[in-house]
């Protein structure tokens, strides 16, 4: 079979800030990831200038709470420059909460108060207000949902509800599904290349029933990988490469799930992003696009 006219290349990023990953020596986690570094804010625009080089868009999926901080002229920048802004939630709530604790440390903390409010409620309040802070902040439509914290297929897909609420926000896509697990007794660094590539081939976009794409998770995070598989970052470039490798060679879509404080520190000068634009650019058929191109590209095609 010929090879698909395009190859859609796909880098995302969750501009938080992570536990543990930032810095490494600081054990002090406070759980609040809205409040972003100045370092990682430098690492974003670090981001676009070399997307910028290979006229690509990204897609940056982003926290409400971290747009009403004083300085989000990093977010306002990356909007401009055309790079694609997605919904994040508000406080990065578990959108699958039954229970109030289960929400978000926020929450737990008393930073935010659920009154009495079902945690669907609070939910679908941090997504609208997420939206709304998007359009008014960043002056653009947000394009799509992330979930906080990926999950197993098939546990988004009974969240009708949820489904329908990001349908009826005009999102075309939910991206959710992850699956980055360590096969067990496997040795991290050895089997990380072949986790990679069972992630890229099992984790493809398909339509859930409501007409919602689901554009997982594909490959590693650079969450899972450098804080559970504690790669090295060669390690870690080994198995995004043999995971662009899996996508040319099979056909598929190739995403990436990473975010600017973890890069910022483990990858400062963006080798991550220079051997995906690299590798996928020697096809002569790459085509970097955020998911909002991407949703367009699968509708045609469906
Ligand atoms: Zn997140």
Redesign the pocket.
Known sequence: MPAQERFPVAITF?V?MAAKNWPYWDSDWTGR?HLIADEVKLYVDKINDLADEYDAHVHY?V?GAALQQPDIRYLRDAAAAGHAIGN?TYS?VSVIAKTPENLSPSYTRGDLQVGNRSPRQVVEDEISLTHRLIQEELDVEPVGF?T??GFRSGTIANELELLDFLKSLGYRFCSAAYDGVLPEGADATTAAPEVFARCIRDLQPFRYPNGLWEIPLMGLTDCIAFRVFKLMLNEWLDAVAIGLRTAIEDDLVFSICC?PAILAVVDPHLHTMRLIFQTAAATGRAWFCHYGELCEWLDERA
């Open positions: 969750d938080e990831k999926f926290m994040h990065h992330r906080p914290g975010h």
